[in-house]
């Protein structure tokens, strides 16, 4: 078989431009479109006047859209391993997902990469001596190029799983799972691997990825089915999500376990800069209300005590779970940075430096948040343009 | 070819900042204070009036400290850090994607953006300037009144830097860290 008659084998629905762009919820399809045009206006923006457009500094070079990118490629991450519980490992109760997951994950995943190439300095110069004179020693090479490959092994599982090739899909999705669980624990790793910042310095970081991409992962899927189904959900898709909920349950009693041995770690003995940047954690709103509570315990508590059953209080716990998310990416990102490395006065009339601040312009929001309709728009055109229809193939 | 390092007598420093200023005219680095490749630290003078703790009150001249274990250089994506013949780090800004990871693995605040190439800049030892002219000595050296630099060859016996570290005491700065920095404080 030719590429032109493996490409023309793809079964696309024939359905006009105006039913792709209808949205089945008018809301989410609204949503999308708004965002879309902020990603766009932020894009311009950031193209006309380069990294001044972002609130990024010298003490603080990473900032908002760092955070973007590890929330996008992490919930891909995420959607990869709790989607290939079925396809690949054989859980016959996930069989259900189909390919509507695998659609998610490279729904999410482009944003990132959306969001990357204007974070970024030089994009093409990227490419080019990524390719010419590879850093094999650093973590953002190796995440770069092994997201490359998730990227293609995701959309050719999703291809050739469209055309009833079950088992090259199921071999595809395998090399894609390994390399999205690489890929972020590298990215995780780039953390990690700094000696200069020891309040993320360690093993900690890369585990930390895995376990929260899960739980990213596992709100997005919960909240996708509640809007689909209007949190009406049928009976025969309610074993999987019932069967899905204590897994999360598993996956946040985990995350928990992970969030209070960090900060206990972190402030007995107090070590230097560590001590102080957790210090500065547990004083934060963010840290308990969006991670702790909205990210953990809440989802935790409806699962316990519902025993994975209360669907529709799961949805509503899954989006501001996902918030809870963004913040879990947002706070590791800046913790990291908060411990200034110059703590000497070098200017007259100068304070003595003190925690690093941080305030993400309205180019980075508009660019962060923007690119969450550009996730939008690809998941709702691909529900339209292929048959996603949750048949057991195995 | 040369392992260039620099050896600083801080204790001599009367933070006039002529090395800074010198610093920014030889290698054309942009005005703005978070624009510097070089800078000099100030402690505040601790205690209370009339009791002030004057050893307290001291200058720490920095820069980049051209680690030989840079942590700069092993994180670069594109080999755009890199140590060039001279063991001093260095940037090739046709490299340099703005990535900005080295900016976070450096552990003292050395490097920075500069604005006119969007790439990331630092100390050089003055390589593109005044040692591509053939002198031996740095900007920053060569202006301070109270000679608190001495730059050189630290493989070169006879060097000036290679003696001062023979006969003096001193410390590096981090050096728990493993970067081995070839910047060393006098004392």
Known sequence: MNIKEFITSIPVKKVSIKDVLTPDNKLVGLAGIVLLAMYLFGAVTALIHGHHAYGVTRQHPWGLLIVMYIFFVGTSTGLAIIGSFGHIFGIKVYNRFGLRVSLLAIAMLLPGFAIILLEIGHPVTMMIYNTLSPGLTSAIWWMGTLYTFVLVFLIGEFIVGLTGNHKVSRLLGIGGLVADLAAFATLGSIFGYLVARPAVNGPFMPLYFILTAMVAGSFLIFLMYGIKYKNNFPEDIKPMLNTLAKVLGLLLAALLFFDFWYIMTGIYGHLPERGETISYILGTKTYWIAEILMGAVIPFAIILLSKGKNLAALTWASFFGLVGIFFMRYDMVHNAQVFPMQTMKITEYQLVPSLVEYTPSSTEWMIALGAIGLAILIYQAGTKLFDLEEKDHH | ?187
């Open chain 2, 1 to 187: 070819m040369a392992r260039y390092g620099m050896a600083l007598d801080y204790k001599n420093c009367i933070n006039c900042k002529a090395c800074e200023v010198a610093c920014k005219e030889e290698n054309g680095v942009l005005l703005g204070a978070d624009k510097h490749r070089i800078w000099v630290g100030q402690n505040e003078v601790s205690g209370q009036w009339p009791l002030l703790d004057i050893s307290s009150a001291t200058f720490l001249p920095s820069q980049c400290q051209h680690c030989d274990n840079a942590p700069c250089q092993s994180v670069c994506p594109t080999n755009a850090t890199y140590y060039d013949e001279n063991n001093v780090v260095r940037v090739n800004v046709d490299k340099c994607i703005l990535c900005s990871y080295c900016m976070n693995a450096c552990p003292y605040d050395a490097r920075y953006v500069d604005d006119r190439t969007l790439t990331v800049d630092k100390c050089t030892f003055c390589s593109d300037t005044r040692l591509a002219r053939g002198e031996t000595t740095t900007a920053c050296q060569n202006t301070c009144p109270t000679k608190v630099r001495t730059f050189g060859d630290l493989d070169d016996p006879n060097s000036e830097i290679s003696q001062l570290l023979r006969n003096r005491e001193h410390f590096s700065l981090k050096s728990h860290l493993g970067t081995k920095p070839k910047l060393y404080y006098l004392t």
